[in-house]
């Protein structure tokens, strides 16, 4: 064995020198070299501790820069009248909190106070061209597209995010600056933007057609305020959204708070925002025919804290102003977000909202009766303006929250991306409700009748003809998915009465329609988790063509009907999908000629 060899390939220990050692034959080997002993700063006590090794400290990681913001915001100051503040002043005490944000404020008024400023910077305007270079991204957020036409010169230099508050295909078309159309210069403009954030969907569509390649699509966000409930008010208060004019349809809301009147109840109805002296004349003239000078309140424009204080106090709002937008206006949104019941016009903006936040009134010829019978419904059912007080608190929250707005803005300003909400408009929210027998919308008739157990039979098309209400109903909603479950009590039918037909309404909403059988009895008023058995297999399914809005499918249901009324089949009631919130099921039961029973006189239930 080559002893020079094997020394060569073996690795110095750390005590070894670093120099290579070359050992003879039958040399012994050196013996290890030991460590040095430590220097000690004189004599040590026999009894003393060894000293501890001293323990390296464990250094942080570096916290990553913040990346440094600058948001021109073009606002101009805000309307009084309504709660509604602008994207900017919501949005830039977030942007503060993640980022080294400076606002530079172009035009006239200030876009946020002073008390709210936080860790916001706010260099003067002149200033902008000179600091432009120092920030990471520019931000630009403007109430309309005209607003960018003032700052072309600094958008030229610094292009950036583009947040439009509103805009519109017509609007941007009939923009003119000294007598000129600008409309496409305001395009070319947006083709330089980074990207281009709106909050309709039919805009950005129009942007896209325009040649715009970046443009995301996000549910426009609200404050949210804290929600009031008084436990007990000796009157229900009517709040009329869209100002006081006459598309608002103040008069008709003032006849039929008139009709409420003489029913028994005691209400009342205010409408905020200026109005013309001869409008204004005219409005308390109908209100002083209908004896109605006490109940009617027109307090013109109000401060944003007097408007929060009377929408925390009113308990229904009425959205039924003829409205030609793509999507629910700012004063209905920011009813839905205090969480109050809300009476809106059949217009196709209202139709995207859910069945469950908002009460939609049917296209009828007479709009008064439906809306008379649509307040007297929300007025004698308090369960069902809960329920919706709730779903649309819910509702807001999840779609137009301010805090889910910003994280698909951080997305952007970083780079990964715009996450339109395009192809969901409608989104989605985390709610679940049950109701027991709340008051029933009955088809054909304007206002309607609380039905209980023991009254469910009602003569309503002739001798032979019976609509039931259900007797149990339960429906429960989480995210999209919504399961109901209901049940028709049959042994109100008079002695040896013979079914010839029974059919089934469901009112829906959405595409598919699937009945199962409850395969086991169930209480309706049980914990929302516990859900009844059902059997997996439906007994009817069936297709709408259109999936928006609101349907009432059919269901010749006359084989089950027979068999719950003779007990061949455990009458525990059917469970269905995707039914609508605002009007219940019913079963439309007739009967054979001579069945023997005791019609009662009109205007009498059995």
């Known amino acids: ?306 408007y929060a204080s009377r929408m925390s106090r009113s308990d229904i709002c009425l959205g039924i102003g003829s409205y030609s937008g793509k999507a629910p206006g700012d004063e209905l949104l920011d009813a839905m977000a205090y969480g109050k019941a809300a009476i809106v016009s059949a217009v196709p903006a209202h139709q995207r909202l859910p069945d469950d936040c908002v009460y939609k009134m049917r296209p009828e010829p007479d709009e008064e009766k439906e809306l008379l019978a649509a307040m007297l419904e929300l007025v004698r059912n308090g369960q069902l303006r809960n329920r919706m007080r709730r779903q649309a608190r819910a509702y807001m ?28 408009p409608e989104g989605e929210y985390d709610a679940e409700e049950t109701v027991v027998l709340p008051t029933a919308r009955q088809p054909g008739n304007g206002a309607s009748t609380a039905l209980s157990a023991a009254a469910s039979v009602s003569p309503v098309l002739g001798r032979t003809d019976l609509q039931l209400a259900p007797s149990k109903y339960r429906r429960v909603r989480k995210g999209r998915a919504v399961k109901c479950f209901f049940s028709f009590d049959l042994t109100g039918l008079p002695p040896n009465a013979s079914i010839r037909s029974a059919v089934m309404h469901i009112p829906v909403r959405g595409r598919k329609l699937r009945v199962h059988r409850i395969s086991a009895s169930w209480n309706s008023a049980g914990k929302l988790r516990r859900l009844p058995r059902v059997r997996p297999k439906p007994m009817h399914s069936q297709t709408r063509r259109a999936s928006k809005g609101t349907a009432v499918l059919q269901w010749d249901c006359t084989t089950l009907a027979r068999g719950w009324q003779s007990g061949a089949v455990g009458n525990y009631g059917v469970y269905a999908t995707a039914v609508s919130a605002m009007r219940q099921p019913w079963l439309l039961v007739e009967l054979a000629e001579g069945a023997g029973h005791s019609h009662p006189k009109e205007g009498e239930t059995s």
């Not at 137009?400 to 707005?405: D, N």
């Open 1 to 306: 064995m080559n002893i020079e060899r094997y020394a060569a390939d073996q690795k110095p220990t750390r005590s070894e020198a670093t120099e290579p050692v070359s050992i003879q034959a039958g040399t012994p080997r050196p013996a290890k070299a030991q460590p040095p002993e430590r220097e000690t700063a004189g004599p040590q006590a026999p009894d003393a501790k060894p000293a501890e090794p001293k323990l390296l400290e464990k250094q942080e990681p570096a916290e990553p820069r913040r990346l440094r913001l600058a948001v021109v915001a073009a606002i101009s100051p805000q309307w009084a009248g309504s709660d509604s503040i602008g994207i900017a002043r919501l949005l830039l005490p977030l942007l503060a909190e993640s980022y080294d944000c400076d606002l530079f404020e172009a035009g006239k008024g200030t876009v946020i106070p002073e008390e709210e400023n936080g860790r916001l910077g706010r260099p003067a305007a002149e200033s902008f061209m000179e600091r432009a270079g120092r920030y990471d991204r520019l931000i630009y957020m403007l109430e309309h597209p005209g607003q960018l036409l003032p700052l072309r010169e600094w958008f030229v230099r610094r292009p950036g995010i583009v947040v439009l508050e509103t805009c519109d295909s017509i609007s941007l078309g009939a923009l003119q600056e000294g007598g000129q159309p600008v409309g496409q210069e305001i395009l070319d403009l947006l083709k330089q933007a980074d990207s281009v954030i709106v909050h309709e969907v039919g805009v950005a569509r129009y942007l896209r057609m325009n040649g715009l390649g970046r443009v995301a699509v996000y549910p426009v966000p609200r404050k949210l305020p804290i929600m009031v409930t008084a436990l007990s008010k000796p009157e229900i208060v009517f709040a009329c959204l869209g100002g006081v004019k006459p598309f608002s349809r103040l008069e008709q809301a003032i006849a039929c708070m008139a009709q409420l009147v003489a029913m028994g109840w005691n209400v009342r109805l205010w409408a905020a925002g200026a109005y013309g002296a001869e409008y204004g004349k005219r409005l308390r003239g109908i209100a002083c025919a209908y004896d109605m000078t006490e109940r009617l309140e027109l307090p013109g424009r109000l401060e944003p804290e007097a």
């Open 397 to 424: 929250s999840a779609n137009h929250s301010a805090a889910k707005y910003m994280k698909r803005l951080n997305g952007e300003i970083r780079g990964v991306g715009c996450g339109s909400e395009e192809e969901d």
